[in-house]
């Protein structure tokens, strides 16, 4: 199972993986760490990423970027119709009210929901993730702001639906961070002390996110959260933006605003003169060549007089820092440190207000780009079966209220409770009960409106089905199971109804008192706040227990709760009808703001996959068109170098006139063909040149072959003089044996003097007579034959010791005769000495 954490970015994407033990950052096919979160549409295929990036001043129309914005909202939004004007791409009213994207695919004009533009950038994070761990992707973990609503997030996981993703869980993004860094901190305090308090800015291209976060040993939980979702980098450069293009208004006559193109050229400059200013305080020169009306363009930008233009926007970042560290009820003091990510938060001006409003230093330990990413993947793996991971609990912070709200039969108005509050821990559940006769609606809804960064308050509205009167006439209990599930959505996951029935109809949990219900809407709400790896769903052993409504006791009752629900409530003389309680789980209708029906999100899929097979054909054709091209290059460079030998001129002529001629038709009539015209003109090049390709390398590797067979057979002609002359080592081989070694190697050598002959009288652009491969294969046999025979092993012989013979005597010990021998020639050479000095 592959372990992936997609940080989908309003600019750029970052993906993090578990490869080796660690986790690692993938890099794209041009070896960026960062791919740009842009989709362009051509008249053949699609480009995603970089390639569609570099397509954004060419193809300015069908380029679709800045989109992450849109997700989950209708087109008539204000927040839409403001980011309209910005983009240079049109958007269209799609059914139901939603947004497309308009551009031209396929040369022909083409709307795609936001959903389906998403899903296309994540198959294309998914194609780079598979690509870095060389297998298939499907479970992964995406990040999401923080203060994306539930339409929004259902947008997105509708969106990894469509890019064939199995999303296990939607992570903030100051979650992500969070848990990158303290699951490698050693020196985190214990569950029973008190926690460790650091806060998380995160300031990128689009938005300001700030959480605060409290950590123990192997514990994570957000304390409280706060944003600006149009605060980011992108803000800072159009600042400058708007700056030039009153001065080129002023000093070039140039009405920048009016060309989509010469924007994003500025804005682009824009972006780059801000990274320089974060590192110098100096004059910094914006040139821009062509830029209108082939004018070339110039200005020049200094820190001091660009922090000016954004006084403004430097003040906003103290509004998320204050009501972050409010709502998480801490002090200043007892933060502990302030870790910063994202792009933005490099310009100095920001970086030192964050620093004055914590009154400490802020901490960049963690990678300003890869933190969200490398967060997520974490986060996967400890969802991974797969893997295992060190036990470390996450739980978020809700970002807005929610509550439901229901029509009270009592007076028929609406009622309503807000089951989760600000900053409320999830995943998290709680149970409501209802005392209902018949098929109710509950709604749930964002309560705080004025925090809302979007123009629908609603959720979505629940319908419980099959509610019917107990026997006796009265309402049934109704359990319901509202939940924020671990990627922040809310529904209400489960309804299960109460009755009680007589004994030999059920055999569930006995109750010996009927309790009577006064009409009124009473609610029972029951907190249960789940740990994120504790799966909520509704078995038979979690059913609701049977719980009455609060009444008068009679006199001389007492009442009993015992362990399993039962309620004893009998005088102790009375015998009472025996009664049962049957659970009786209820279908639920839920009807969702703004959401992709299912059979749309089928539909769409069908289209990613007919999309991806034409981009996969695309590409196919592009390589046969390259590889002829390559071809015609490749040869011309050799036919006038080294293949020049080894083709006659006639042919020399013919391939060279096939060579242009195809390389004129590459740039006229055959720059747009099918793959298989290319193909068969890539066949009809190399028909002609793969000979002298071949007869070139095989003057290469032939002698090298004959001088190998050459000496070998020298080396076996060596052996058997060697056998000849009676040598140890071969003895032991028979004659009749050696005899084929002979043979073999004199029929090898009269067949290398022979074909040698013929291939000398031959010339370089005339067929080999002899190919290396040949020459292999002979030496092969001949290797075959002749070690079979040269290096047969010597044969052992091992014989009983008999008593008469003697035991061989070691090498270094002497017989008594020796001994004797050598002192009788030791004296007779010292008397010889001794008459020769006198």
Request: glycine share 4%.
């Amino acid at each position: 199972m592959a372990v992936v954490g997609f940080d989908v970015g309003f600019q750029n994407c970052c993906i993090a993986v578990v490869k080796s033990g660690g986790i690692e950052t993938a890099s794209n096919e041009f070896t960026d760490r960062c791919t740009p979160a842009v989709v362009s549409f051509n008249s053949k295929n699609r480009s995603i990423g970089n390639a569609a990036k570099n397509q954004m001043i060419t193809n300015t129309a069908s380029t679709v970027s800045h989109f992450k914005r849109l997700h989950g909202r209708l087109f008539q939004d204000h927040a839409v119709q403001a980011e309209k004007a910005s983009l240079p791409y049109d958007l269209v009213p799609l059914n139901h009210g939603k947004i497309g994207v308009k551009v031209m695919y396929l040369d022909q004009e083409h709307h795609f929901h936001i959903e389906q533009v998403t899903a296309m950038l994540l198959t294309k994070l998914k194609d780079i993730a598979e690509a870095n761990l060389q297998k298939k992707v499907v479970e992964c973990v995406i990040s999401i702001p923080s203060f994306f609503t539930d339409s929004e997030r259902r947008s997105v996981l509708d969106a990894a639906k469509i890019a064939g993703l199995n999303c296990l869980k939607l992570m903030n993004d100051s979650t992500a961070v969070a848990l990158s860094y303290g699951i490698y901190k050693e020196d985190l305090p214990f569950c029973d002390e008190n926690p460790k308090i650091v806060a998380f800015v995160d300031m990128g291209h689009s938005a300001l996110q700030v959480s605060v976060c409290a950590f123990n040993k192997g514990k994570l939980k957000v304390l409280s959260t706060a944003f600006d979702p149009y605060l980011g980098g992108k803000d800072f450069d159009q600042r400058l933006v708007e700056y030039f293009c009153a001065e080129f208004k002023s000093r070039y006559k140039m009405d920048v605003k009016s060309k989509a193109r010469a924007m994003l050229r500025l804005t682009q400059e824009c972006e780059k003169l801000k990274k320089k200013m974060s590192s110098s305080s100096t004059d910094i020169l914006l040139n821009v060549e062509c830029f209108m009306d082939d004018k070339d363009v110039c200005g020049k930008m200094n820190r001091a007089k660009f922090e000016e233009l954004c006084a403004d926007l430097v003040e906003r970042v103290m509004v998320p820092l204050m009501t972050a560290v409010e709502e998480a009820q801490v002090r200043l003091q007892d933060i502990s440190a302030v870790e910063i990510v994202g792009g933005a938060t490099r310009i100095p001006a920001v970086k030192a207000q964050i620093s004055k409003f914590f009154k400490k230093d802020v901490s960049t330990t963690l990678n300003a780009d890869e933190a969200v990413a490398r967060g997520c993947a974490l986060q996967c793996a400890m969802l991974s079966p797969a893997l295992r991971v060190r036990d470390f609990t996450v739980t978020d912070a809700i970002s807005f209220p929610v509550s439901l709200s229901w029509t009270s039969e009592a007076d028929e108005g609406k009622s309503c409770y807000e089951i989760f509050g600000r900053n409320h821990p999830f995943p998290s559940a709680k149970m409501i009960t209802f005392y209902r006769n018949k098929p109710f609606v509950l709604e749930s809804f964002y309560s705080d409106l004025t925090s809302l960064p979007f123009p629908e308050a609603k959720i979505a509205e629940y319908k419980v089905q099959n509610v019917q009167p107990q026997e006796n006439g009265e309402k049934a209990k109704v359990k319901v199971k509202v939940q924020v599930n671990a990627s922040g959505i809310v529904s209400v996951s489960s309804a299960t109804m109460v009755l009680r029935v007589s004994s030999n109809e059920s055999e569930t949990t006995e109750i010996n008192k009927i309790c009577s219900h006064d009409g009124s809407d009473d609610i029972d709400i029951e907190d249960k706040i789940q740990e994120e790896n504790i799966q909520l769903s509704v078995d038979k052993e979690n059913l609701p227990k049977a719980q009455c409504p609060p009444m008068e006791k009679e006199q001389n009752q007492t009442d009993a709760l015992s362990m399993n629900g039962e309620v004893n409530n009998h005088p102790p003389d009375a015998k009472k009808a025996k009664m049962k309680v049957k659970h009786v789980v209820l279908p639920i209708e839920e009807t969702f703001t703004q959401q992709l029906p299912k059979d749309r999100i089928s539909t769409y899929m069908e289209q990613e996959s007919e999309m991806i097979q034409q981009d996969c054909q695309e590409k196919e054709r592009n390589n046969a068109k390259n590889a002829v091209e390559e071809n015609v290059y490749y040869y011309k460079h050799k036919l006038e170098g080294p293949y020049q030998p080894f083709i006659n001129a006639q042919d020399h002529q013919t391939f060279s006139e096939l060579l242009n001629g195809t390389e004129n038709w590459l740039y006229e009539e055959g720059a747009d063909q099918d793959k298989q015209t290319y193909i068969n003109k890539l066949e009809e090049i190399h028909k002609l040149g793969k000979p002298v390709q071949n007869r070139y390398q095989e003057s290469i590797r032939r002698p090298k072959m004959f001088e190998k067979l050459s000496a070998k057979i020298q080396s076996y002609m060596t052996i058997m003089e060697e056998y000849k002359n009676g040598s140890d080592s071969y003895r032991h081989i028979d004659s009749m044996d050696m005899d084929k070694v002979r043979v073999c190697v004199d029929d090898t050598q009269v067949w290398m003097t022979n074909i040698k002959d013929s291939q000398n009288k031959r010339t370089p652009d005339q067929e080999p007579a002899i190919h290396s491969t040949q020459i292999k294969e002979k030496l092969q046999a001949l290797n075959n034959i002749c070690e079979e025979v040269v290096f047969k092993p010597k044969p052992r012989v091992d014989s009983p010791m008999d008593e008469n013979i003697q035991p061989e005597r070691p090498h270094n010990k002497k017989s008594p005769e020796d001994v004797t021998m050598e002192y009788t020639d030791f004296i007779q050479n010292e008397a010889n000495n001794s008459h020769a000095n006198i």
